[in-house]
């Protein structure tokens, strides 16, 4: 499958797309309840996050407008912000990975039993089906239909904002009414309240700077600061989005899935 060009096409390819991750997200659900399998999910979670980094987040670009181009030019400018903006995810990724590192150093292939796998899979679905909606919207605003656009990234907001919620205000008090607090655990699996929180805070923040980002660039489009020539704010906002969906497809199976459930007291 290549990246397509024109607008129904573009379309298309996310929709075949978003099957492949829907599909892939509920085989690793199923492989999580039904038997232990870590090396399955952790082959699932890569696969999925090639596709999200290729078809989503557009990675083929920075080899777009590098050249002998104006440096004055859009297309110049662009080139040199696509790069910076994957130099911080870059960057951004060392801390994600660290947190991973983190996880399975102390908790090793156990998991807390107060975490609802139900809840983390329906959180994980809305931030799912919000990266579909915010490719959507980027294709509109890169063939020049701004109001598709608006449309399309005030869904994701929606359910960015929703995911945003589920984590903060439903999953932690639930986990926190369990017994999973800071420090919480057996002498076995350590500090796996702190593990808990510390993950899914971390990201939860990255979840809200991207609720920024996506409002900022709305108010712009309403203005009519984009167009189809010019809008990599847009791209920039839904590559962004994309990375917070991306590292959510490794902290979901080492959070929810990964290991055997152990009473934390």
């Known amino acids: 499958m290549s990246h397509s060009q024109d607008k129904s096409s573009a379309l298309g390819q996310g929709v075949v797309i978003f099957v ?32 999200v980094m290729y078809y989503y987040m557009h990675v083929y670009k920075l080899n777009q407008n590098a050249g002998s181009e104006d440096e004055h030019s859009y297309a110049y400018k662009t080139g040199s912000n696509r790069l910076g903006l994957w130099f911080f995810l870059l960057s951004d990724a060392f801390v994600f990975g660290g947190l991973l590192v983190m996880r399975v150093n102390l908790l090793g292939y156990t998991r807390p039993e107060a975490l609802n796998q139900t809840l983390g899979l329906l959180v994980t679905s809305v931030l799912l089906v ?4 915010m490719n959507r919207g980027e294709t509109a605003m890169a063939h ?23 984590v903060v205000f439903v999953e932690w008090p639930e986990a926190a009414l369990h017994g999973l607090t800071v420090g919480s655990g057996t002498p076995a699996t350590g500090p796996m309240g702190g593990v808990f929180y510390f993950m899914t805070g971390m990201h939860a923040f990255h979840v809200f700077t991207g609720l920024i980002f996506l409002a900022v660039v709305w108010n712009n489009a309403r203005k009519g600061l984009y ?9 920039a906002a839904a590559v962004y989005w994309h990375f917070v969906d991306l590292v959510w497809i490794f902290f979901y199976p080492a959070l929810y899935l990964i290991g055997t459930a152990v009473a934390l007291k």
């Open 130 to 133: 919000s990266s579909f909606f």
């Open 227 to 235: 167009t189809a020539e010019k809008h990599y704010p847009v791209e």
């Open 20 to 51: 492949y991750l829907t599909v892939l997200t509920l085989l690793e659900f199923f492989v999580a309840v039904a038997f232990e399998a870590v090396p399955l999910l952790i082959v699932v979670a890569i696969i999925k996050a090639g596709l």
């Open 144 to 166: 020049g239909d701004v109001k598709a656009f608006m449309n399309n990234t005030l869904v994701t907001f929606v359910l960015g904002f929703g995911f945003f919620l589920g």
